[in-house]
């Protein structure tokens, strides 16, 4: 499909027939939809589930300019996928570390996009990610620097080659640097204060990537909405725990008032 602006926009999807729910899956922007392959594996016999790609993600065929990278532009793009189809028109969100920052202002700008909320690892303040963002100022500085660190990185498997994973190319890398570099400032921490919608936050205690703000551990304890659970993990929890997390989104669904379909309940039909 296509963005308002003409660019191209994928996502990942799961439907069969008889599902009335679809939750969507915000990554942050240097993760690939690999991560959550577990949970939407057990999701798919319940809801459907769609894993939105950044713009010119996967095929990485051109730079992005700033102003493509901007953070409105991205939820412009989320807001974008959500209106395609019907069944995605109101729908559970999950956000991933940065993907949360997606997730809250989508909730905030546009609420009757939205059901329910679903967080895990959530980083929602400005970043203090120093190193990526030197390592993005450097690239800026001398470009012929990038093929220098993507040759190196494809060499010795070590450092930020979890980028490469995915993303593979220089230009795929360099848009996902500046894709980071957008969101960094942004700030969402106040706002699970202030949503009414269902709303559950997964994390793990051994969480080094990611520290919970005190206003989100705040919004916890006062929001009636915003349910916080503690499991025994690290920052990559869709991985490590993957029946846990799926355990919480259903529940979160279903809190929602949504009607979550038992796997002996599928019809039969071909997955899309």
């Not at 459907?48 to 409105?72: K, W």
């Not at 412009?76 to 997606?102: F, N, P, Q, T």
């Amino acid at each position: 499909m296509r963005a308002r602006d003409g660019v191209s926009l994928s996502y990942c999807v799961s439907r069969q027939p008889g599902h009335s729910e679809c939750v969507v899956v915000v990554n942050p922007p240097d993760q690939a939809p690999r991560w959550w392959l577990a949970v939407a594996d057990g999701l798919r016999h319940h809801v459907d589930v769609v894993i939105p790609e950044y713009r010119g993600f996967p095929a990485c065929e051109r730079v992005l300019c700033d102003a493509e990278c901007a953070f409105e532009v991205q939820v412009r793009d989320l807001d974008c996928i959500l209106d395609a189809e019907d069944y995605l028109r109101r729908a559970h969100v999950v956000g991933w570390c940065a993907g949360a920052k997606l997730m809250l202002q989508l909730a905030e700008s546009r609420g009757d996009r939205v059901r329910s909320l679903f967080g895990t690892g959530i980083g929602v303040g400005p970043s203090h990610d120093d190193e990526r963002h030197a390592l993005y100022a450097t690239v800026r500085r001398k470009p012929g620097l990038l093929r220098l660190l993507v040759s190196r990185a494809r060499a010795d498997r070590r450092g930020d080659d979890g980028l490469l994973d995915y993303y593979g190319t220089e230009t795929g890398y360099l848009n996902v640097l500046k894709l980071v570099e957008a969101f960094r400032e942004v700030d969402k921490t106040h706002t699970l204060a202030r949503t009414r919608l269902p709303c559950t936050l997964v994390h793990g205690c051994r969480d080094r990537v990611v520290r919970l703000p005190e206003a989100v551990l705040t919004a916890a304890r006062e929001n009636p909405e915003v349910r916080l659970h503690w499991v025994d993990g690290d920052h990559y929890l869709p991985a490590s725990h993957p029946d846990r997390l799926r355990a919480l989104i259903l529940e979160t669904v279903r809190r929602s008032g949504g009607a979550v379909a038992a796997a002996g309940e599928r019809r039969e039909g071909r997955e899309r």
